[in-house]
């Protein structure tokens, strides 16, 4: 009975030994992640702790899409998500001229290319018109491709050339643990959008620079560094700026701070390639632009 009482608090013994061994272990490779993601963001071209911050106007209370015109940063185009217009401002300015291209929607990001304006509605439609063809307030001759992505849920969009991408927000293909669904479409000359490839983004490589491996990417905007050809897409639900090499490959991976991205929902580089994130405002806060100068 003495032997058998031995062997158990032996038993015991060992098999608690191992256990906190294993917790030890764990909480070793945590906070070798901890520093290697501290050492990342130290490196990173960008502050994303060190804003400049711009207060938009009532009109973009809710803004979502930005982009500027061949990264000319000296005018900034931004719509907001319920209502059919864009807006034109300079940064910092108290107040935005108008456009009108269509019906109150669900918009959630635009692009400026080729003379284009290409808006994108949640539901993977587009509305396209030509800068030079506004009439006032109102745009003329507006260009829509109904529904031509599969049912999701969209608010990624950027323009290269006559080249648009798009990644999904929420897919009932996808369970956004694995991957990340995108599309590209070509523009044409007269402003029509057709469908014409598909493109991943590998999500379970995205956790291998965090400390989630359960992570769901829920995509918000992308945007391309006009000097790295890197993209950058931003997760207002995730709280997190993931880059990818120009292959969709992730190689970076960076938490923000919910103190300066309240909601963001829109990213943008100039031609000098500093990062511009747009948040959504609320009742107390109007939206707001931050711009963060690219570290020489």
Do not use: H
């Not at 990342?40 to 015109?69: Q, R, V």
């Not at 608010?155 to 290269?160: I, M, V």
């Amino acid at each position: 009975m003495k032997k058998l009482i031995t062997y158990t608090c032996l038993a015991a013994a060992c098999f608690f030994t191992a256990a906190c061994s294993q917790d030890t272990k764990k909480e070793a490779k945590k906070e070798a992640k901890r520093q290697a993601m501290e050492k990342a963001a130290n490196a990173f071209a960008y502050d994303l702790e060190n804003p400049f911050k711009y207060d938009m106007p009532s009109d973009l209370l809710e803004i979502s899409g930005i982009a500027f015109d061949k990264g000319n940063n000296a005018l900034l185009y931004a719509q907001q998500d319920e209502d059919g217009n864009i807006y034109t401002l300079k940064p910092g300015d108290k107040k935005a001229k108008r456009i009108s291209f269509g019906k109150s929607g669900d918009y959630e990001d635009l692009a400026i290319v080729n003379g284009f304006a290409v808006v994108m509605r949640s539901d993977g439609s587009f509305f396209s018109f030509k800068l030079s063809e506004v009439n006032g307030n109102k745009a003329n001759n507006v260009k829509e491709a109904k529904k031509i992505l599969p049912k999701g849920e969209y608010e990624s969009l950027f323009a290269d050339g006559n080249t648009l991408y798009v990644l999904c927000k929420q897919s009932p293909n996808s369970d956004n643990k694995k991957d990340s669904p995108g599309y590209t479409l070509s523009l044409s000359a007269q402003g029509d959008i057709s469908k014409t490839g598909t493109f991943n983004i590998d999500v379970k490589k995205i956790t291998s620079f965090l400390d989630d491996d359960k992570l769901k990417f829920r995509p918000s905007a992308m945007a391309k560094n006009p000097v790295t050809g890197e993209w950058y897409v931003v997760s207002s639900i995730n709280k997190l700026l993931v880059v990818l090499d120009r292959n969709w490959n992730p190689v970076g991976a960076y938490p923000i701070n919910p103190k300066y991205f309240r909601q963001a929902e829109g990213i943008a580089f100039d031609s000098q390639a500093n990062l511009y994130i747009s948040n959504e405002g609320d009742e107390i806060s109007p939206g707001n632009l931050l711009l963060f100068k690219r570290k020489q």
